[in-house]
């Protein structure tokens, strides 16, 4: 793991704008971004076209477009990366189903989009993000607490600690969080109880 002063010393640059800090920053993380990358995938197709690599990459191309990173310390970047692998798939799926109506440009070629995500998987993806949104506006920590978890990679105590919140208010939170988005889901897929 890498040194937890030199991770601290680039993200004060980052914070203050300097664009090198984040080309120093990602050699110093890049296998946990590359594990969060990998964790995120294993939820989508095993015969998509889009790597752990690659979306650690696209994380970093989306980061470096940004004017400032505001993380204290290695848990928010890692918060914000995870946010930020979320935003990439749901783009990635957004892009599918423009593909679909025939309407729009894709961002990636159409052979590298059409592997990715199943018809199904792109409109699973962003009811989703849709009811993520709904949970923020409802419960902002438990909101968080999914992203931190599932989509940063978090442990419970790391999201605790981001939080500022106990180990048992995460358990909680991601428990009660779990339960309400996949109600929320299966409604917005027509799964649920008529």
């Known amino acids: 793991m890498a040194d ?6 680039y993200l004060e640059r980052l914070r203050e704008g300097d664009d090198q800090a984040l080309d120093e920053l990602i050699p110093l993380v890049y296998r946990e971004l590359r594990a969060l990358a990998q964790s995120q995938l294993n939820f989508e197709r095993t015969d998509h076209t889009l790597s752990a690599t690659g979306l650690v990459h696209e994380v970093y191309v989306r980061l ?11 848990l928010q970047f890692l918060g914000i990366a995870g946010t930020t692998m979320r935003r990439v798939l749901v783009d990635w799926a957004r892009g599918k189903k423009r593909v679909k109506r025939g309407s729009g440009v894709p961002n990636v070629p159409l052979e590298e989009a059409a592997g990715f995500l ?27 607490v999914v992203e931190h978890r599932f989509f940063a ?7 605790a600690a981001l939080l ?16 309400w988005l996949r109600k929320e889901v299966a409604l917005e897929l027509g799964d649920g109880p008529d």
């Open 164 to 179: 500022g919140v106990s180990g048992k208010t995460v358990q909680r939170d991601w428990v009660v969080a779990r339960a």
């Open 64 to 74: 470096s477009k940004q004017q400032q990173i505001r993380a204290e310390d290695r």
């Open 153 to 159: 990679g978090l442990t419970v105590e790391e999201t």
């Open 118 to 144: 199943s018809d199904e998987e792109a409109v699973e993806v962003l009811a989703l993000n849709d009811a993520l949104s709904r949970l923020a506006e409802a419960n902002e920590r438990g909101a968080k």
């Open 4 to 9: 937890r002063g030199q991770i601290t010393t």
